[in-house]
């Protein structure tokens, strides 16, 4: 067999697809009640030093830890690496759902993320003294490698449409409004 047929005969693997019907319910549920939302819950122990066991619903805990350098264990991902999958996690869905449909089957999607965070301020224990806006992830960079049966340019559309909608990366880009107490 020669390469030209080689090319020709080989069957080219695609992602799990989700289900597009449903996909397409969802959306009409949106534009019937675009003020409509969900809230997402967890509930989040600390296990000692800077481990901590986050529950959300009927899932393993996920456990987020600091690396040794930052007085942790080293066990888990540290919070801003958690931060960033979460990004990661819904750029992916957003990726895939507007893919579905748009009717364009992947068979590779992976996202690289790397965000610059610095904590001079300690945590507020006795560090530098900063304001919140000089806090935090200073800069985010996501690489999206993506194949599928699509050009490049109809993927690079899928991407940035993904991004334009996704609800973390939208909550990382614009201030919400945010409150903290003590538990009765």
């Known amino acids: 067999m020669d390469a030209a047929t080689e090319t020709q005969t080989t069957a080219k693997a695609y992602l799990r697809p989700i289900d597009r019907d449903g996909l397409m ?3 009409e549920k949106g534009r019937a009640d675009p003020k409509r939302r969900g809230t997402n819950v967890v ?7 800077y481990r901590t066991l986050s529950y959300v619903g009927s899932h393993q805990p996920v456990v987020v830890d600091e690396p040794l350098y930052l007085f942790g264990q080293d066990t888990a991902p540290a919070p801003g690496e958690i931060v960033l999958s979460a990004l990661g996690g819904c750029l992916a869905v957003g990726i895939t759902a507007v893919a579905t449909w ?3 089957r992947l068979s590779r999607l992976e996202l690289f993320l790397e965000g610059d965070i610095g904590n001079p301020a300690a945590w507020g224990a006795g560090g530098a003294q900063m304001q919140p806006a000089q806090m935090g ?3 985010i960079r996501v690489k ?26 939208n909550t990382m880009r614009n201030p919400i ?5 003590l538990a009765d």
Do not use: C, W
Request: proline letters at 4%; zero cysteines.
């Open 144 to 169: 999206v490698a993506i194949e599928g049966d699509a050009i490049r340019e109809e993927l690079d559309a899928i991407v940035k449409q993904a991004n334009m909608y996704s609800p973390v990366a």
């Open 177 to 181: 409004p945010f409150s903290i107490g």
């Open 25 to 27: 319910a969802f959306a």
């Open 102 to 104: 748009k009717n364009v």
């Open 137 to 139: 992830f200073q800069e």
């Open 43 to 49: 509930h989040t122990v600390s296990d000692g030093q």
